[in-house]
């Protein structure tokens, strides 16, 4: 007999259970987690093989250069070209989510995926905006994935400096009013990163700081942008930047905001591009960004509305550490809550189909994957805001869509070889947890069918 707690451990910290997989994880589930959380990981093969996000940008300045030269051309030369632009940016997302989601269906390490997911919805960089498309699979790759066991800070900066971070939250034409580029151009300061990062990324919208907070911290980012700048601007601009990929991090003075700053009462010199490091770094550690992180993560592995003492322990983690992810995660797994029956946290429709794929255990094509997704109104990386997907069970339990996960319940039900029993189906996957109602109705279904389809689209298994 498998135990609830192997239940709670492969649904609630990892992605939903393949079949045979309860029994090995009921021997030591507490040691199923932290073996996964204790040693690096190994890089999904799928996603180690897409390119890197500078040698993307490079594509994508080789695009917009076709594009400037053909300004003196038909509007329907120039129309073509902008529809292959856009297809090929489709193409590269395409790509990257089909990657993402395959991996974390087929995953061996399920608990570092729900991780990466965790904090790539933390950091959220979206598809809604068409500069930033081709490299969302680039920033999940590069900046979470090394990350969500490492220091907190280090996610932050990597964060902050990448292409798609710096296109999607419009920092790369930021330019400060009394820079060089500010004194001759017709741009100036873009506050969007600065207020994401105080309001979503460290302090949380009531951590204590105000709109000149905001505005300090926006003059320390200018300068942040990419090497793919260097295509839009005029020669003599161009002379005055680093040589990089279309997809590197840069820092152009020539957009940089002189003086000092001062950010949350502290005085910052001028430093260049050093501002807005020691700037992050000190956000990273803030006793704001502690209780902030540790409400979202015990939103996230407890409950909609997580108990205070849970989130107190976890910041103080957090805090005693310097932003350590990998003790603060060892920590979560240490708090009583987290082992609590029922199962209180609604699956999103990311980790419905994830756990519907991972359960069935059949080939799922991969244009099935995202049209899921996608009907089910959660796209990968395409959050509708910088605040990423909501966390809570309002958000996912309309009528129409629990209709929805119903119809794919029955759908999946009839892919699964006829081999398969339903009961044992029913033990393999919700067993531990399934209440006497929903064992009934399958013993009693009309059909083999009929019955898996039932134990899929079963309370039991829309919880994690």
Known sequence: MTSIQASIAASRFGLGVRPGELDGIARDHRGWILSQIQQPAAVPRQIAAMPSSAQLGNTVVEMLTRGRRMRGMSEDVRRTNRQQMTRNALQMYRNEAIARTQSAIQTTTPVYERLVHFWSNHFTVSASKNEARPFLGGFEREVIRPNVLGKFGDMLLASTRHVAMLLYLDQAQSIGPNSIAGRFGDRGLNENLAREI??????????????????????????????????????????????????????????????????????????????????????????????????????????????????????????????????????????????????????????????????????????????????????????????????????????ESLMRRVDAARSVAQAIPNSIEPMAFLEDTIGPVANADTAIWTARAPDRVEAIGLVLASPEFQRR
């Open 198 to 399: 105080l309001e979503l990324h460290t302090l949380g919208v009531d951590g204590g700081y105000g709109q000149d907070d905001v505005l300090a911290l926006s003059k320390m980012l200018t300068g942040w942008t990419v090497g793919g700048i260097r295509a839009v601007l005029p020669e003599r601009a161009q002379s005055r930047l680093p040589e990089a990929n279309g997809g590197d991090f840069i820092f152009a003075e020539l957009f940089h905001e002189p003086g000092a700053k001062t950010l949350l009462g502290k005085s910052f010199p001028e430093a260049g591009e050093g501002e807005a490091r020691a700037a992050l770094a000190m956000l990273a550690t803030h006793p704001s960004t502690a209780r902030f992180i540790a409400t979202k993560l015990a939103r996230h592995f407890i409950a909609d509305d997580p108990p205070q003492r849970a989130i107190d322990q976890l910041a103080a983690v957090f805090l005693n550490t310097g932003g350590d992810l990998r003790a603060v995660t060892m920590a979560l797994v240490d708090l009583p809550e987290v082992w609590a029956d029922p199962l209180p946290k609604v699956r999103s429709p990311n980790d419905f189909v994830i756990a519907l794929a991972r359960a069935a255990n059949v080939p799922v094509p991969d244009q099935d994957l995202l049209k899921g997704m996608r009907d089910f109104g959660q796209p990968v990386w395409s959050a509708p805001s910088p605040a990423g997907w909501p966390d809570t069970a309002q958000a996912w339990l309309a009528p």
